[in-house]
């Protein structure tokens, strides 16, 4: 158990729904990291919070947002989704700054139908 | 550009066999971090090893050894004396020295036959 939480584990919602991922980071753990893993486009890193601000942008798409509230909890919001969207997303923590071994979640499985 | 190379998408072993899995990857920065990650069936992924680019010590835990060679920009990860239990998909990752940015190689899927 790497410390880090993820909730719900399974999410089915049909196109052009929104979702909220949440994550909670091990205690300790400032950064909060957001990936999406599917099949044909392996892990994607999306976004990386750090104490409630935003670090650091990758492959994510202008329908997704993300937060960290001062409770350094996060919450990816995933809007107007599409099947391509099915994917596990992975929620990672890490202390911050060069301490950045990242301790993944158990994910969540997406399912749009 | 940052990227992560993992060219072997599969390996199957018979178990006690030793198996090395390749990672090469691009960067322009002159520091930064190195990871191994393992996912199981189960589907979590579990941090195996960091190393940074000032140490090119190779390193050896219990089975496993990580060679990295600045020279070659690679980060090979080896197994010895496999077992089921490696079965797995390994990922290798580079991060920026700051601790932003991740760059994950698309894996390499570990078969362990008993």
């Known amino acids: 158990d790497s410390g880090v939480t993820q909730t719900p584990k399974h999410l089915i919602t049909a196109t052009g729904q929104r979702v909220t991922l949440r994550c909670s980071p091990r205690?300790?753990?400032?950064?909060v990291y957001w990936y999406q893993q599917s099949l044909d486009q392996g892990l994607q890193f999306l976004i990386q919070?750090?104490?409630?601000?935003?670090?650091a942008k990758g492959n994510i798409l202008e329908r997704f947002s993300a937060q960290q509230f001062p409770d350094l909890h996060s919450e990816l919001n995933l809007s107007s989704l599409e099947l391509g969207d099915s994917a596990l997303y992975f929620c990672?923590?890490?202390?911050?700054?060069?301490?950045?071994?990242?301790?993944f979640g158990p994910g969540t499985r997406l399912t749009v139908l | 550009a940052q990227k992560v190379t993992q060219a072997q998408t599969e390996i199957s072993v018979v178990e006690k066999e030793d198996v090395t899995l390749d990672c090469v990857y691009e960067?322009?920065?002159?520091?930064?971090?190195l990871f191994w990650y393992k996912q199981p069936p189960s589907g979590e992924l579990v941090f195996l090893i960091r190393?940074?680019?000032?140490?090119?010590q190779n390193e050896i835990s219990g089975r496993y050894s990580w060679n990295f060679q600045k020279s070659t920009s690679s980060f090979n990860f080896t197994i010895t004396a496999s077992q089921v239990v490696d079965s797995a998909v390994y990922f290798c990752?580079?991060?920026?020295?700051?601790?932003?940015?991740?760059?994950f190689g698309t894996g390499t899927s570990l078969t362990v036959i008993p």
């Open positions: 190393r940074n680019s000032f140490d090119e």
């Open positions: 205690s300790g753990d400032l950064s």
């Open positions: 990672a923590s890490s202390v911050g700054g060069e301490k950045n071994e990242q301790f």
């Open positions: 919070y750090y104490n409630g601000e935003e670090r």
């Open positions: 990752a580079l991060s920026e020295y700051t601790g932003n940015q991740f760059y």
């Open positions: 960067t322009r920065d002159t520091t930064y971090y």
